[in-house]
């Protein structure tokens, strides 16, 4: 499916950037043309040796431009001038613009970053990603992963983000290499008609510019914003109309008193001011949950089992009701601190 989405992002990139560049090149096209015809019209009028139709004077113009004649040198004076003209100034204007048209519509690599901006362009109903660090790019991955849809604008500021914005780009993802506090950039990466924004840079400040930016282009838009104020990020989340607004202590405290409370636990997260903790739990001979069914198990514990791994690797997402649990079988729950202390494992 992410295959045949690509494959349609890149045709209606091709067509939008052939329209672009007709439009860029349409002084010279049209020069080009004005000349072919005037060209033909004179030859049609003023060649003497042969009578020529308008296909055959358009075509030994055509000729003319390229040096390589159908029709033979006139004896007339009045036709004489085309045979000299033509070709001068048709070769000016097709090396000038013909040639380097083509090579724009053709060669990507000489306008990369124009052509990022055009694959931009035919996004509906994404994601756009702000800051394509380590965390931007992991979360690239996992939406993608996820089977969305994702543009990204980032600085590069080193080799490590130039390496993963070309690993990104590798991807599929389109990525504008510019500065997202501008509005000409988020208007580039479809702010208007994306679904959420995820700003991911290392700078606070920067990141609340973006957001406020973003607002007000898109004031539907679902922000989702990285900072490192814990006060700045609750001003946000209540203020900006950010909807969250996710704080680096707010992430790593969790998991690090989770971490330190129970050797179980493999991850935290809240839910508005609820604290829960997902833990993995591995069951042998002596494990009080030997025999026990899952429903057992989330009724006496109040906890809720969304993963359970036999021990011959079978994944069982959402086991059922009525699954009995058996020696070496692994369990990955959620419930808050003390449900998951209660198991008592």
């Not at 003023?46 to 390589?68: I, S, W």
């Not at 204007?93 to 083509?102: D, L, N, Q």
């Amino acid at each position: 499916m992410r295959r045949v989405r690509r494959r349609s992002h890149i045709l209606k990139a091709y067509l939008r950037d052939t329209w672009l560049l007709l439009r860029q090149f349409r002084h010279s096209l049209l020069a080009f043309t004005a000349l072919v015809l005037l060209g033909a019209l004179w030859l049609m009028f003023f060649y003497p040796e042969k009578r020529l139709d308008f296909g055959e004077a358009v075509y030994a113009t055509l000729m003319l431009v390229f040096l390589n004649p159908t029709v033979d040198f006139p004896q007339s004076t009045l036709a004489r001038p085309a045979f000299f003209v033509v070709p001068i100034v048709g070769v000016v204007i097709f090396t000038e613009a013909i040639i380097r048209f083509g090579i724009m519509l053709f060669a990507k690599s000489y306008r990369e970053e124009e052509w990022q901006r055009v694959m931009a362009s035919t996004y509906r109903n994404h994601t756009i990603i702000v800051g394509i660090g380590r965390v931007g790019y992991r979360v690239a991955e996992e939406l993608l992963n996820a089977d969305m849809e994702v543009v990204a604008v980032t600085l590069i500021d080193d080799e490590e983000s130039a390496y993963l914005v070309r690993k990104l780009r590798e991807k599929g993802v389109p990525v504008i290499v510019d500065d997202a506090r501008r509005v000409e950039v988020l208007k580039d990466a479809q702010i208007e008609r994306a679904r959420c924004l995820l700003i991911c840079t290392g700078n606070d400040l920067t990141n609340l510019e973006v957001a406020l930016t973003a607002r007000e282009l898109n004031p539907r838009l679902r922000i989702v914003m990285r900072l490192f104020s814990d006060a700045l990020a609750e001003r946000a989340q209540k203020f900006l109309g950010i909807q969250v607004a996710l704080s680096t202590s707010a992430i790593a405290a969790p998991a690090m008193v989770a971490a330190a409370v129970s050797q179980t636990a493999a991850h935290a997260f809240y839910v508005g001011e609820h604290l829960f903790h997902v833990a993995e739990v591995n069951l042998d001979e002596n494990s009080p949950l030997k025999g026990v069914t899952i429903s057992e198990l989330e009724r006496n514990h109040l906890v809720s089992v969304i993963l359970l791994r036999r021990s011959n690797g079978e994944l069982i997402h959402h086991p059922p009701a009525d699954l009995t649990l058996q020696p070496d079988d692994t369990l990955v729950l959620i419930g808050t601190p003390e449900q998951i202390a209660s198991l008592r494992l």
